[in-house]
Nanobody, 118 residues
Framework: QVQLVESGGGLVQAGGSLRLSCAGSGITFSIYAMGWFRQAPGKEREFVGA????????YYTDSVKGRFTISRDNAQNTVYLQMNSLKPEDTAVYSC???????????WGQGTQVTVSS
């Protein structure tokens, strides 16, 4: 059974930092590209960024470029989302996803809440 479990969310003041983790099990983690998505209340799910299978390449949506960094540790079956200079508009439920390519994600985590206060 495939499981992706996020952790590390919480409440932080604007300008602060959080690091989210996503631990995978039941899959050969290293053959999957990993993505991070977020969904704010009343809004559609939004792509945040993704990282290649090896970790050599990462891509981000414009609104988080320069503030968020995705990394992965295939030995630990874990992908990370380092979020710096957080803004209130970053408030959302953040979910990780695994896919064979960046164009489609097959497995999803349940998400972790990030709340940024002004």
């Amino acid at each position: 059974q495939v499981q992706l479990v996020e952790s590390g969310g919480g409440l932080v003041q604007a300008g602060g930092s959080l690091r989210l983790s996503c631990a995978g099990s039941g899959i050969t983690f290293s053959i999957y590209a990993m993505g991070w998505f977020r969904q704010a209340p009343g809004k559609e799910r939004e792509f945040v960024g993704a990282i290649s299978r090896s970790g050599a390449s990462a891509y981000y949506t414009d609104s988080v470029k320069g503030r968020f960094t995705i990394s992965r540790d295939n030995a630990q079956n874990t992908v990370y989302l380092q979020m710096n200079s957080l803004k209130p508009e970053d408030t959302a439920v953040y979910s990780c996803a695994a896919g064979r390519s960046f164009t489609g994600f097959d497995y999803w985590g349940q998400g972790t809440q990030v709340t940024v206060s002004s």
